[in-house]
């Protein structure tokens, strides 16, 4: 299995953008379908994006839709995360996570996480 490696987050405004990275040393990973999910402090983890291997596909939960934008660059082996018109709401570890399908995450490989801080 592949072992996905999250970078980008930080600490941001509200109304900021970031962009997240998830990026493998593996080329199989340019096989495999990414999401994006996120954990808020108190709160349970919870999908944010998904797309498919060869990127056709894109999913995004409602709470991001419109906002955030998931695509990959599949030369380099990394997926990314554009989030734009940042909330407090978006506070949270985000996790990236590969796996064969976009409806196998809870079985795939995860990385450790890369904290977003929205504050003012």
């Known amino acids: 299995q592949v072992q996905p490696v999250e970078s980008g987050g930080g600490l941001v405004r509200p109304g900021g953008s970031l962009r997240l990275s998830c990026a493998a040393s593996d080329s199989l990973f340019s096989s495999y379908a990414v999401g994006w999910f996120r954990q808020a402090p108190g709160k349970e983890r919870e999908f944010v994006a998904s797309?498919?291997?060869?990127?056709?596909?894109?999913y995004y939960s409602d709470s991001v839709k419109g906002r955030f934008t998931i695509s990959r660059d599949n030369a380099d082996y990394t997926v990314y995360l554009q989030m734009n018109s940042l909330k407090f709401d978006d506070t949270a570890v985000y996790y990236c996570?590969?796996?064969?399908?976009?409806?196998?995450?809870?079985?795939?490989?995860w990385g450790q996480g890369t904290q977003v801080t929205v504050s003012s």
């Open positions: 797309i498919s291997w060869g990127g056709t596909y894109t």
């Open positions: 996570a590969a796996a064969m399908t976009v409806n196998d995450f809870d079985m795939g490989s």
